[in-house]
């Protein structure tokens, strides 16, 4: 049973297959747990077994309400007030619409966890706008799309929990948070270099003033949403709470600022939070239940093991399996959605790298940043589409708009690649 290489090829073929007919992934991954589980003659019991397990874990608690924290705060205005925060910071210079697209989306990363979310609700402001004051649609749409990748790195990121999960649990949720934080504020300074440096080189238009009177107010209605993050690290690097309960403590956050400080959601909107909340985690445990049983074969198969071997015999050098590895992970982001290849590779990847003196937290860093890049890269782009529906052009246009920003991004990949100080030095100031 171990090793049967048509078992392999039984559980990637009926996978690829159900891809390419288009039948959703997660019940492709069930779909192929399936029938190589009847070829092995394992009990279906077992097969069940790994899929309640998935889902037996007290770290996935976060995920439900990170998520609901994330629909509340995106339903009761805080996008706004993190635009008129970030205008009042940056938007009198040149190109300041465009940087403070580029701000707000750093702002709001850090309240929504989730680039499809800040691309939707920062987008929808921030184009049209930009389209009106003299950027063209492309140029908005590619700025909007690039930094919403921020909210993949920056916590809370639903994404790095799910990392978590995939890896045994075996990697500290809280650990991970602190990781993404010098690397998702070293990526917006990127953005915002580059947004800086074509928006003078294209004569874009400076910002308006915000005029001193209206100060206390933006800055007092942006920091009591900026107050999500800020209580979630400090919670967690001070021990107050674990990143679990954190999740808890910014839904309840959310909650009061919504709906009794701004007073913009209330209780009939709350119903339409609800809905959507359990909508998107509907679909995520699904997804989370069935990779438990891909992945359970998978380990049966040795199919890591054998990939690790196979990886690490082609050289001995680190820098050069850690290229391979991140050439591996930004094609595979271009051909599928982030959660999904999070659930796949992660126990066949993480053990190449950590055989190569790649720690798992920056490790799990490294494939945020691969995966969010796949979010925002055709022909699978998730966050590429929001972006073009949102500025009303074709995902071609929406794709040229992007790539002046790859270049960046990349850079940042790089760097987290090799220096690990900047994902380890916050976790390990925290003892984590």
Request: net charge positive; glycine share 10%; aromatic share 6%.
């Amino acid at each position: 049973m171990i090793g049967d290489p048509l078992a392999v090829a039984i559980l990637i073929g009926v996978f690829v297959a159900a891809l390419a007919l288009r039948i959703p992934i997660a019940l492709g991954l069930a779909l192929a747990s399936l029938c190589t589980a009847l070829y092995l003659q394992i009990p279906l019991p077992v097969v069940g077994q790994q899929i309640v397990n998935a889902l037996l874990t007290f770290p996935l608690l976060a995920i439900p309400f990170f998520v609901l924290a994330g629909e509340i705060m995106g339903a009761g205005g805080i996008s706004r007030r993190l635009i008129d925060l970030a205008n009042l910071m940056i938007g009198r210079l040149r190109g300041g619409m465009a940087m403070l697209n580029v701000m707000a989306s750093t702002f709001f990363g850090g309240i929504s966890g989730s680039a499809v979310a800040d691309t939707s609700s920062i987008g929808s402001v921030m184009v049209p706008v930009m389209k009106r004051t003299g950027y063209d649609a492309r140029f908005s749409v590619g700025v909007t799309v690039s930094s919403s990748i921020q909210g993949v790195l920056i916590p809370p990121s639903h994404n790095m929990i799910i990392y978590s999960l995939a890896a045994g649990g075996s990697v500290s949720i809280g650990a991970l948070f602190l990781a993404g934080v010098l690397p998702g504020l070293l990526l917006a300074l990127a953005l915002l270099g580059l947004t800086y440096y074509l928006s003078w080189r294209r004569k874009y238009p400076k910002g308006e003033r915000v005029p001193l009177r209206e100060w206390p107010r933006v800055i007092w209605q942006g920091s009591l949403g900026l107050l999500t993050p800020v209580i979630i690290i400090g919670g967690v690097m001070t021990g107050v709470f674990t990143a679990t309960e954190s999740a808890a403590i910014a839904c309840v956050w959310a909650l009061v600022v919504s709906l009794v400080v701004y007073r913009e959601l209330t209780p009939r909107g709350l119903i339409g939070v609800l809905n959507r909340a359990t909508r998107t985690l509907s679909s995520v445990l699904f997804l989370i239940a069935s990779a438990g049983a891909f992945g359970y074969l998978m380990t049966q198969l040795r199919i890591p093991a054998a990939l690790t071997q196979s990886l690490t015999g082609m050289s001995d050098n680190p820098i050069v399996v850690l290229l391979l590895i991140n050439l591996m992970l930004l094609a595979l982001g271009t051909v599928m959605d982030m959660a999904p290849l999070i659930l796949i590779t992660t126990p066949i990847l993480l053990p190449v790298a950590t055989s190569v003196g790649m720690d798992p937290v920056q490790f799990g860093v490294m494939l945020m940043l691969n995966l969010g890049l796949g979010l925002i890269t055709p022909p699978v782009g998730g966050v590429l589409f929001v972006g073009a529906a949102v500025g009303d052009i074709r995902v071609e246009d929406a794709t040229r708009g992007v790539l002046p920003f790859y270049a960046p991004m990349l850079l940042v990949l790089l760097a987290i690649t090799f220096v690990p100080a900047l994902s380890l030095w916050l976790p390990s100031l925290a003892g984590l």
